[in-house]
């Protein structure tokens, strides 16, 4: 067991050590013309302004949790089945170290991500001056920094602290350290990036006219750091904490489902670290086959080396199943789920490109109005959760019934599923992470005057970036799901391992209850980090009109505007509105726990998980579809840019902004949070209700 | 007993009586205006032409079902669990009777409520005249007329089912013929008045800019025959269905939670027509109350009306219980069923009321255009499904436990409190069904030329009509997640009564797949309603605009438009929309059920529930949310009619009519549906399984 730990961490040093190779050869590429630099800076200035205060307020976070965890985790409750309790404040310390240094791993993959970003932003435009694969090559090596340096830190983080406790409840708090920190990035970047995105275009595009990106907008900077808040280190915090999540969670089932025979305890709760050390090895394979081909066409390059990574790591389990001698159900697992990852990635598509009805219809009856467009995208977004859900449901009764039928543990199977999704996380935050670095890069084009043809390179670019997303999306939120059934099933096996048999059956009322509580908390969510959108988009638009209105200058092109200004409202607006959210996935879940017991919590979780992916799906899906029928009528379609369908068109778009980038994505780590509190807490709610 | 079910078929007669009384007051009172005679004629020709093409389709469908449900009710499968099947064609007949008869009860509420509804607002109108008093009374009268016809023939038809035949599993055939006509005619209606009334507010007031029921626009006809055909009939059926489906829930855990008692089984499986016998008697008590007092408002007279029949009806069930020896339990369970209707009747009031912060919220940020208006108000419409689910869960657990701690069967006391707080529904659908009468009554005044006090009259009238709505809302909302808590109960216990032992727990991934499949069928089925209304919308507006391009004289007045061919398209389309949600309902549930197994349908049905009642209170109040944010700019604040904030809120506003209209009142009547299915068919269910 000790070679396999030790392999995991030598591969995640491997991983970690491509990142930071990539890292410099980024910076190492030319960071363009003067103006271009200048540019580029602001936007740098204004990201690692956010990033520092987001950080020191999450440090300050961190520490005070981690001393609740430490006082709280002191009382040895392992023991109180046997109804003494014993004071072990070694056990507390270690719980809260753990929970730090999974902060801490987070934020460092996230901070990576981004000091990358907003270097390799600037020399992908620049590159696109010389051809397109040279740009595209940047963009994706910045990329796969942030999702190399997420991998290999979390494998190094988790073998480590597996190594040193050997205990996987402390590998929980590890966990519960990525999330919490996830959850603040993701959602304080969302609030962020929209506000900005919001109120640039409502006074740039729609009150005075001018273009996308125009260096004459006030909220321009603030606009483009928010993609880099938000996308790149929101979403690799947001893929990071699931990545851990469905790890640690198999890892706790494997010690509890095979506690009676030691030895295959211990395999199978190593097991999952084997799959994550094995997906990075594939990953770093995969990412050789991102090339544009001689069609010249980025976005098949993404989705090949998605597809290749997943074939490469199939062939592994295989071998590797077959040869130590594991159970042929892990292997149907994580085939399983594969598949479906590649499977809803390749539906959702449906309900978002602009090849297909919904989009198309959508832009049609935009004709009739913005009005109709939102009931159409919507009702769209609705259908589309359809497809999802019947994957989410095919892969766990596969996942479930071949690892039974193969005589092995059905719910293991379930959760080794979700970790062969999230294996290849490398390779998926790669192709992500490219998406908001490109869209950086055809910004700065734009301000920084490139020529057209740049800027049309650029576009390339960017519209791969969203083909690319669909896939990306389908597999974080889909394995979001297994995840959380898995940690759901973490949760039961705490409890009943502290002595109390839990039955979570929907004929009691309290669970019943527990449920419908449960059930409410995306949505609420949703609303608290969206109002919080609306709210400060609204700020920002009368600071953007005062600056038109007191100095004239800055729209006739003579004055620069006060950009700086907009950065920081949107960043105070984002960092404040965080504490309700924040509170509500943390505190929440315990209360419900104490207050109507162990049943009624789980009930809970069951609750949070349906709507939470429901809620995810048609937010994501919505937001996408608007985005592009408002790409696709300026195409030319129903009469093209200006026409009355395409100001239908940007009311939709506006709409889904902070559907798709603010509650949306948020949503995966709010129930992956309230999982990992109701395990992590499980010993304390138990020793409440035995009392 | 007999000597109850005797006193429940007089109060039903007297009900009836009242109400055919009361239905011929109406139409003694002066019609009006030749010139308003003939609007009205219009709406009452374009509601008849359309009922008796709803009912011509109903008329196929229920016989239809009704040959399946003899077919298989021929097996009597009461008997499968000793494992033999007896053919027993009488029982499959009389539960096919009984479907019918409840099909043709609802159909007969239906239509009385209606033809009263088309005759009473040209009189309202014309009473506008004399004073607001009158008017209010003509308005409410009819009202009253649906409402008490409605409880009349339900408690007739349930007492006579149950007297003939001693079977609650017979009278649930009853029910499912009351709801599976209920479905089509709220989601028909539904589409048909949405359809009609985007299409006319999106070319009327948007595109020619004339005022709302201008009678050259084409569509005017069909939208205020919309009014009667979607909110009367629809809404009246909705709650018929409610009512029935508690009410037979209950009995059906009557029966089976006292199989050991005979004479307990009796006494508890007739109580709850009791209750509703009660019901009628307050509400007939409660109507007298209702009299626009000397400061001559409606809507608290409205208001007074609800909360003294619940008064009236809680002394009643005090008196009834402890006079009769009835367990404590029931007492308290009705009266937490009473208080909660109220309780979340007023808190969604604050949501959707000028009063509050979030209809001036979103007023404001209206100012910033459409987009930012539809983000508030959806997000607000998220944070109002908080107090209703907490309302819910406060008095499920209330009901349970305060059952339980008198000694007493505490899911039985669940399905008491939604029996309690429905069993007043002959008041509320008096006061909902007054909401369009006078909502139509406006129309007609503004159609025929009618002064602008009389318009004005109109005016306060209608808005006492909305705040009525959120109350009378608050009711069905919270009791039909109750009834279906209720039906839930049933279904297992119609399972376990086949001797298959139910545990739907979700630690259980089957059942988890079927909570998941059950979650995500209401937001599918509010998908497919609202596209119909998009689609019909679509097509209706090209009518539109070709008449005016076509005839130049009905803009300038000269000529009269084609309504009727508005309202055949309107009819038309929603009729033929309606073979899909249909299917989802009817089919989908007895599918679970036979691949999956029934625990996967308990959890299905459970699933169901969950996001069935939060996108209903999502919807309803978004859209009550965004129409009186549009109605307080017109009030002159930000900006006005007129203003940017107004356009913006007019976006909103026609968003959220398919909200508040169609999709989100129809999801109640959905999940009663999909619940009454699955009980009914329970026994088929079992009998797959078993073998």
Chains 1, 2 share one sequence.
Request: proline residues 3%; hydrophobic residues 55%; glycine residues 12%.
């Amino acid at each position: 067991m000790v070679t396999w730990l030790i392999l995991a961490i030598v591969a995640g040093l491997i991983s970690l050590g491509v990142a930071v190779w990539l890292y410099f050869w980024v910076h190492r590429q030319d960071p363009g013309t003067e103006k271009a630099q200048e540019v580029a800076s602001w936007i740098r200035d204004g990201a690692k302004t956010y990033l520092r205060r987001l950080y020191t307020a999450l440090t300050l976070v961190a520490i005070a949790l981690g001393i609740v965890i430490a006082v709280v985790f002191s009382f040895d409750i392992g023991h109180i089945g046997m109804g003494d309790i014993d004071v072990s404040v070694s056990r507390g310390i270690t719980m809260a170290l753990s929970f730090i240094l999974g902060a801490v791993c987070s934020a460092i993959a996230g901070y990576m991500g981004m000091t990358v970003a907003v270097a390799a932003n600037v020399r992908s435009a620049t590159a696109a001056n010389v051809n397109l694969n040279k740009a595209f090559k940047v963009a994706f090596y910045a990329g796969s920094v942030m999702g190399l340096a997420m991998v290999g830190l979390a494998i190094i983080g988790m073998s480590s602290v597996y190594w040193i406790t050997r205990d996987p409840e402390i590998v929980l708090g590890f966990s519960f350290g990525a999330s919490a920190l996830a959850l603040l990035a993701k959602a304080g970047g969302g609030i962020y990036t929209k506000t900005a995105d919001i109120a640039a275009d409502l006074v740039g595009k729609v009150e005075v006219g001018i273009p996308e990106d125009d260096p004459r907008n006030p909220a321009v900077v603030a606009d483009n750091v928010g993609d880099n808040v938000g996308d790149v280190a929101g979403m690799g915090a947001d893929i990071f904490d699931s990545y851990v999540a469905s790890t640690v969670a198999v890892m706790l089932l494997g010690a509890s489902v095979f506690a009676g025979d030691q030895m295959m305890q211990v395999k199978y709760t190593v097991f999952p670290l084997i799959l994550c050390t094995l997906g990075i090895v594939a990953s770093l394979i995969g990412i050789q086959f991102v090339r544009v081909g001689k069609d010249g066409k980025p976005g098949p390059a993404l989705n090949r080396g998605t597809i290749f990574t997943c074939a490469i790591l199939a062939v592994f389990v295989i071998i590797l199943v077959l040869a130590g001698g594991y159970n042929l159900g892990v292997l149907w697992a994580t085939l399983a789920g594969l598949v479906t990852g590649v499977v809803i990635g390749l539906t959702s598509d449906y309900f978002t490109s602009t090849d297909y009805k919904p989009v198309i219809e959508t832009a049609r009856v935009s004709t009739s109005g913005a009005a109709i467009n939102i009931i159409t995208g919507f009702s769209y977004g609705l259908v589309s959760i359809v497809p999802s859900i019947i994957g989410i449901v095919v892969a766990t009764l596969l996942s479930y019934f071949l690892s039974e039928a193969a005589g092995f543990s059905g719910i293991y199977g379930v959760g080794i599923s979700a970790v062969g999704m999230l294996a290849v996380s490398g390779m998926i935050v790669s192709s992500d992470a490219y998406g908001p670095i490109v869209d950086n890069a055809r910004g700065i084009a734009e301000m920084a005057g490139m020529s057209q043809e740049v800027i049309d390179t650029a576009d390339v670019l960017d519209a791969a970036g969203n083909t690319a997303k669909a896939i990306t999306k389908g597999f974080s939120i889909s394995a979001a799901a297994l995840t959380v059934l898995a940690l759901f099933a973490a949760y039961a096996e705490v409890i009943e391992s502290r002595g109390i048999a839990l039955t979570i059956s929907l004929r009691d009322p309290i669970v019943v209850a527990g449920v419908l509580l449960g059930a409410m908390t995306p949505p609420l969510f949703s609303a608290l980090t969206m109002l919080a959108v609306t709210n400060n988009a609204f700020d920002m638009i009368e600071e953007i009109r005062t600056q038109f209105r007191e100095h004239p200058g800055i729209l006739a092109g003579t004055e620069l505007p006060d950009y700086a200004k907009c950065v920081g409202l949107a960043a105070e607006g984002a960092l404040s509105s965080l504490v309700m959210p924040a509170l509500l996935a943390v505190v929440f879940p315990i209360l419900v726990g104490i207050v109507l017991g162990p049943e009624a919590l789980g009930g809970f979780l069951g609750g949070s998980i349906f709507t939470g992916v429901i809620f995810a799906l048609l937010m994501s899906n919505a937001g996408g579809l608007w985005d592009n029928a408002k790409k696709y009528i300026e195409t030319g379609e129903f009469g093209g840019v200006g026409s009355d369908a395409h100001k239908a068109g940007v009311v939709g778009d506006t709409v889904g902004d902070p559907f798709k980038d603010t509650a949306g994505p948020s949503l995966n780590t709010l129930i992956t949070v309230m999982s990992l509190v109701s395990s992590l807490f499980a010993p304390i709610i138990a020793a409440f209700h035995l009392f």
